[in-house]
């Protein structure tokens, strides 16, 4: 059984007469990654929202159609109920802050300690999303004296203390260099039985997906395998100058068969070097 399940689902803001998401239908197992792109205003942050079940809670509105975390309704419980189940981080890291925490280490654990657990288990959890997100030596700092990549990893690594089966990260690593998202996705991806949603406007970002869905103007355009659709989302996400003239010219025929087409700037090197000796 699938762990996210949507099937004809709409989604209409408290007051409004359309809806601000429709045509949303997909099926995701647990354990494997989605990547929802789109431009600006194409709704990826309501539907990371509405995935993260904040409806009608803290998202006043109505959904209709079939809308499912592990076979329940999305609306069924409290965003609060929830959360060691499920974790949103945005793209503002200050915003997942608590302000109640003088060091790191205390804002991690925060979750953790809402839960009830052990002290030995909370330190355990602590430490072990602290080392995953490269932030242990900032466990004794102050959050307030973060710098923006450095919150950004200590609100991945609040998430990850709570274990949650289901991690949805909305553009949530914009504020690091690609190379330290690029290591952080890598070792999500891995994590057992971690199911992840990215909400990404970078194509290089969603490549690595198993399944890709592709919002525009807050309508499901399609949803496939990442592969599948590179060629019809590329003009909305942002890319590399090199990426998109690969794609480009495997669109106009000029690609040799039997190279792939590149999903990075450093891959996209190797591939011209392919394509050119053949």
Request: aromatic fraction near 6%.
């Given at each position: ?72 309704p999305l609306s ?17 890291p200050y915003a ?183």
């Open positions: 059984m699938a762990l996210i399940r949507f099937a004809q689902a709409s989604l209409t803001r408290a007051g409004a007469t359309a809806p601000c998401l429709s045509c949303i239908d997909f099926a995701l197992p647990a354990g494997q990654t989605l990547a929802v792109v789109g431009g600006s205003g194409s709704g990826k942050s309501t539907l990371a929202g509405w995935l993260a079940g904040w409806v009608p809670h803290a998202l006043p509105a109505t959904e209709a159609g079939v809308a499912e975390f592990d076979g329940a069924g419980a409290l965003p609060a109920v929830r959360a060691g189940q499920v974790q949103l981080v945005q793209g503002n997942a802050l608590t302000g109640c925490a003088f060091t790191v280490y205390d804002e991690v654990a925060f979750g953790p300690e809402n839960l009830g657990l052990c002290e030995e288990e909370i330190r355990a959890r602590c430490r072990e999303a602290l080392a995953l997100c490269d932030a242990e030596a900032l466990a004794v700092r102050a959050p307030s004296t973060l710098s923006g990549g450095e919150a950004q990893r200590v609100a991945l690594a609040c998430a990850l203390a709570m274990r949650p089966r289901l991690l949805l990260l909305d553009e949530a690593f914009n504020r690091l260099t690609p190379a330290a998202a690029d290591r952080l996705l890598e070792r999500l991806r891995v994590l057992p039985m971690l199911t992840l949603v990215l909400f990404e406007k970078s194509f290089e970002r969603a490549a690595g997906a198993d399944l890709m869905l592709w919002l525009d103007g807050g309508v499901q355009r399609a949803c496939a395998e990442a592969g599948v659709l590179f060629d019809r989302v590329l003009p909305a996400l942002t890319a590399s100058d090199a990426v998109r003239a690969a794609w480009r010219s495997r669109a106009a025929d000029l690609w040799r068969d039997g190279v792939a087409a590149p999903c990075s700037a450093a891959d996209a090197l190797t591939r011209f070097a392919e394509v050119a000796d053949g």
